[in-house]
């Protein structure tokens, strides 16, 4: 089996690789990797939860909202507590920033990083068997260690992220991550209970032919997006719309396609948030050659003013990412 650039074979276990990956870096303390695996360890939790929700009471709404408004899934709360728990167990985090609470979540202050987290994105897809995923970014605080967080560790640039990745649970459940080295995914293996490497240094097909997008929403497009969809037509491309942002982003990061949800009057800034989710997948998809804009501004070099903003995203293979811009700038509008 052919080694990979770390000497490394395809199956080799995450624990493994991420070990070989810190030994790359010599001012590595070891800290982020010892993160990178109480994640993956959630990861794991949360796959055997979601794997038992038709069969356990833990499928179906929680009874309350989270800070967006949105019915809670109870494995919404779920997911919510398994990280938090495992994060601060796991004694690298100093707080997090999740879609289920408002505020910070305040863990150990003599930590250096930040982790801004969805932990169970596309919560609606639960109770039919949809693929659903954890999303998340890792950031280094500013504020001194040993203090209080504050909010300046939590509103940083993209581009300052430190790491991202996502956790799709799908047909398998897989762990996809970066540290700004490349993209490379792993395979939870059941047997074992341990993510193995299935793919190093993933890129994004510079075009494709798929697109994504509720159309549903049609009428409350902007019409550069109206445009742009007319085109995809034309083109005869393949709609794809799960309705669950990983499985979707993931999809068309390998075969190459296109994401959008444009601002509507619904959500007149778009849907998505910008700190744990646009952020994360935008490094994801920038490392593996891909774009992510807000039909014209480069996400990751949004400037964070809340927690829990939202921002119209479009993200994906760069030729298509690039047209929309194109139409946009041409229109002036960010997806409105
Ligand atoms: P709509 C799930 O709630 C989510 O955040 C993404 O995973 C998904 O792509 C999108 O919202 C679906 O939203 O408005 O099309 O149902």
């Known amino acids: 089996m052919d080694k990979n650039s770390l000497g490394l074979s395809i199956g080799t276990t995450l624990d493994r690789f991420i070990k070989k990956m810190q030994d790359e870096h010599s001012y590595a303390t070891g800290e982020l990797s010892q993160l990178l695996r109480d994640i993956a360890l959630a990861g794991k939790i949360i796959n055997r939860e979601v794997n ?24 919404d709360v779920i997911a919510n507590i398994r990280f938090t728990r495992a994060l601060k167990n796991g004694g690298m985090t100093c707080a997090i920033v999740s879609e289920e609470e408002q505020e910070i979540i305040h863990l150990n202050q003599n930590c250096r990083y930040v982790v801004c ?20 970014s890792i950031y280094r ?15 940083q640039l993209g581009t300052d992220q430190i790491a991202a990745g996502y956790i799709l649970y799908g047909s398998s459940t897989m762990l996809v991550y ?6 490379h995914s792993f395979t939870l293996e059941p047997s074992l209970g341990e993510f193995v490497l299935s793919d190093e240094n993933l890129t994004c097909p510079k075009d494709g032919k798929i697109f994504s997008i509720n159309e549903g929403y049609y009428y409350q ?16 491309m393949s709609a794809r719309y799960i309705g669950s942002l990983v499985a979707d982003f993931h999809r068309n990061m390998l075969k190459g396609g296109i994401y959008l949800y444009p601002a509507t009057e619904k959500s007149p800034n778009g849907k998505l948030r910008l700190l744990y989710e646009c952020n ?20 990751m070099e949004i400037e ?33």
């Open 117 to 136: 987290m969805d932990p169970l994105d596309g919560s609606s897809n639960i109770d039919v068997n949809v693929s659903i995923g954890t999303i998340f």
């Open 221 to 236: 497009f902007g019409e550069q997006i109206k445009e742009y969809l007319e085109e995809c037509k034309a083109k005869e």
């Open 280 to 299: 994360s997948l935008a490094f994801i998809a920038e490392q593996a050659g891909g774009v992510a804009t807000d039909g014209i501004n480069r996400i």
């Open 141 to 155: 605080r500013i504020s001194p260690i040993g203090g209080p967080v504050q909010d300046e560790d939590i509103l």
């Open 52 to 75: 038992k929700s038709g069969l356990l009471d833990i499928a179906g709404a929680y009874g309350s909202k989270n800070v967006q408004g949105e019915d809670q899934q109870k494995l």
């Open 178 to 183: 970066t540290t700004g080295h490349g993209v």
């Open 304 to 336: 964070p003013t809340s927690f829990h903003q939202r921002t119209p995203f479009v993200i994906g293979s760069k030729k298509m990412v690039d047209r929309v811009t194109k139409l946009s700038t041409m229109t002036d509008t960010v997806l409105g």
